[in-house]
């Protein structure tokens, strides 16, 4: 009787174990590979966001909180004397900052029609008097209303393919004057 000797090679039991192993293991990798990947894109498009965010809500604190004159206060929309560049106490037109964005999602927020931050949900502006009453802007506040601005709060949220934020800051003028009668 002669004995049944084998040759090296692999039977196609083996081969197919084989190959379903490797290819299970190659899907693992490549599905936590995946994973990982869009685990960073999407912690990338946070951190942008809220960069471009607290960029924008930063000028603007920065900047209301020298504010000598409201000029325009709307919901979506503030624009302000804040810089008296030539020291003849007088508010030319290019001492006068607007913040503004046209309500429409996805769009930016700007500072005299030049881009802070994009990709805005929404952007809204409350205003409060020395009571802490709120001012109702419609469209925008009476002269009155304006002069009587102790406090401002603004809220802008940031929103890109599904990723949102949220920046909230209230602002108290240091530098707001009386400039049309009492308080």
Not at 23 to 44: C, K, N, Q
Not at 104 to 131: C, K, M, P
């Amino acid at each position: 009787m002669a004995a049944i000797t084998r040759e090296g090679g692999f039977t196609l039991l083996e081969l197919t174990i084989a190959v379903l192993l490797s290819a299970m293991l190659f899907g693992t990798i490549g599905l936590s590979f995946t994973v990982i990947l869009r685990e960073a894109s999407s912690t990338y498009m946070r951190s942008s966001l809220r960069q471009d965010g607290l960029v924008a809500i930063e000028r603007l604190t920065r900047e209301l909180n020298e504010a000598k004159e409201i000029t325009s206060a709307e919901e979506n929309s503030l624009s302000f004397w804040w810089q008296d560049t030539d020291s003849d106490g007088l508010r030319d037109a290019s001492e006068v900052a607007a913040f503004s964005w046209d309500g429409v999602a996805g769009s930016s927020l700007e500072r005299d029609s030049v881009s802070l931050a994009f990709n805005v949900e929404s952007f809204q502006i409350t205003y409060r008097d020395l009571n802490n009453s709120l001012l109702s802007p419609s469209p925008d506040l009476s002269l009155a209303d304006r002069d009587s601005i102790r406090r401002i709060e603004v809220e802008l949220n940031l929103d890109q393919e599904g990723e949102n934020i949220t920046l909230v800051t209230a602002v108290i003028p240091r530098n707001l004057r009386q400039v049309r009668g009492p308080w």
